[in-house]
């Protein structure tokens, strides 16, 4: 069989694959071999002239010979049978021109559609071959997921090119403790120090928990860093200002050279973070303890009485005070005595509590003996008439000028400048009748105008 009718058969068998996006089928050999010229393009459609078809006479051009001759018959002869193979082929040809520009077209199309692009994912680049129309799809492609901590240049709705270059960067969770402050945050950073220098923190002089050449997982890390502040301390009447990194007001003292004994202090906790710019005094402490016996008041109970008159009272029981003992704690503070501390205290004697009856009986409206004086009289000259009068030296008071002794005696309370005018008038008689008009030396003669 000629290679012109296997591949006569191959077109329309379909027993030959298909030539390969990378394969060009040879065409060239049976257009040339019989037609002794270049084979037509792809492009260009064969003109298959009535002449040429097989079985039809010779071409006009030809019949115009002589006729006759026997060489010219011969000549004609020769030409028809020459030209039968050629239309032949080019039947054959034809369905395999067609299938050749079908797939030229397509590998156009797939090679138009095919882009190189640059993809660096946390600082590792590597150049790929994708068709995604943008990145969002190329990172799908690639099973990359990027989140909201995340970092994709260009977005990942921009559309791809050839050479385009994409950066995918990673979110990485830092629980960062800057200068006792606690908090959450995020960086794309891979190590320590770019983190830091990411997040705008001062590195210079600053204590950290991890080396900053560390390498910071997707995972994370806890960092606590202390950057250097100025602190400045007041001790022993003497100024101290250091630069420090200390994570304690304790540290702080203990690296500006100053020695903390006994009761010393500071004016803020020791185990406070010292701050930028911060003043702190170092107290020198002396301490003593003192124990005193403080007195308990007792308490009064009072027992209403109804035979006994309005305004009687009488002491059923004497009450005594009881007994405290308390311990202070007395500081001096850099020379400077405080107030005393009250630190324990103990009951040494309990107190005893005064029993007191009190009369609610209702006072006689007279008093025999005493009645038919002049008591207003006698008012008038000792006080001048005012219930509340006490004299100059502050010992007798009331309208009758009674002492405390003699007032308590005929059953009243407190002191008689305080009790009610008619109480002070029927104990005024009470006194009459016990005594007559010498309690009143000057004054007792006007009780008989």
């Known amino acids: 069989m000629s290679t012109s009718q296997g591949s006569h058969r191959a077109a329309r068998g379909g027993r030959r694959p298909a030539p390969s996006l990378h394969e060009q089928p040879t065409l060239a050999a049976p257009l040339a071999a019989p037609l002794g010229r270049p084979a037509p393009s792809l492009h260009e459609q064969p003109t298959l002239a009535a002449p040429l078809v097989p079985g039809q006479g010779a071409a006009p051009a030809a019949t115009s010979a002589v006729p006759g001759t026997r060489a010219e018959a011969r000549r004609a002869a020769r030409r028809r049978k020459a030209s039968a193979p050629v239309a032949d082929s080019l039947r054959r040809l034809l369905p395999q021109a067609l299938v050749v520009a079908f797939l030229a077209g397509g590998t156009s199309a797939f090679v138009a559609n095919d882009k190189a692009v640059r993809l660096s994912v946390d600082g590792v680049p590597r150049t790929l071959h994708t068709f995604a129309d943008d990145v969002d799809e190329l990172l799908a492609d690639e099973g990359l997921a990027v989140g909201a901590h995340d970092i994709v240049a260009p977005a990942p709705d921009a559309a791809l090119a050839n050479g385009d270059e994409i950066v995918v960067r990673y979110g990485r969770p830092v629980a960062l403790t800057l200068d006792g402050q606690r908090r959450q945050v995020w960086t794309t950073a891979r190590t320590v120090e770019g983190a830091l220098r990411q997040l705008g923190v001062r590195a210079e002089g600053a204590y950290l928990s991890v080396s900053r050449s560390a390498s910071i997982s997707r995972s994370g890390l806890a960092l606590d860093v202390r950057t250097e502040r100025t602190v400045t301390f007041l001790a022993d009447g003497r100024r101290r200002t250091l630069r420090t ?48 016996e403080e007195p308990i008041p007792y308490a009064v109970e009072r027992t209403r009485d109804p035979e006994l008159f309005a305004g009687t009272e009488v002491v059923e029981e004497q009450g005594a005070e009881g007994v405290r003992r308390v311990t202070y704690a007395l500081r001096t503070v850099n ?28 006072l006689p409206s007279s008093v025999a003996g005493a009645e038919g004086l002049d008591w207003e009289a ?21 309208l009758y000028q009674f002492d405390p002794g003699t007032w308590r005696s005929l059953g009243g309370r407190g002191v008689a400048q305080n009790a009610p005018a008619s109480e002070q008038t029927y104990r005024a008689k009470k006194l009459y009748v016990q005594r007559g008009a010498s309690p009143w030396p000057h004054c007792g003669r006007r009780l008989y105008r």
């Open 335 to 362: 020379g400077v005595r405080q107030k005393p501390r009250r630190i324990r205290e103990e009951i040494v004697r309990e107190p005893v509590s005064r029993k007191v009856r009190v009369g609610t009986r209702p």
């Open 378 to 398: 006698l008012a008038a000259c000792e006080s001048g008439g005012r219930p509340d009068a006490v004299d100059p030296s502050g010992t007798y008071g009331g």
């Open 245 to 292: 990194n200390a994570a304690t007001v304790r540290e702080a003292v203990e690296e500006a050279g100053i020695t903390l004994s006994g009761q010393d202090a500071t004016s803020v906790p020791p185990g406070s973070f010292p701050r930028d710019g911060q003043t702190i005094t170092v107290m020198r402490i002396t301490g003593a303890k003192e124990v005193r």
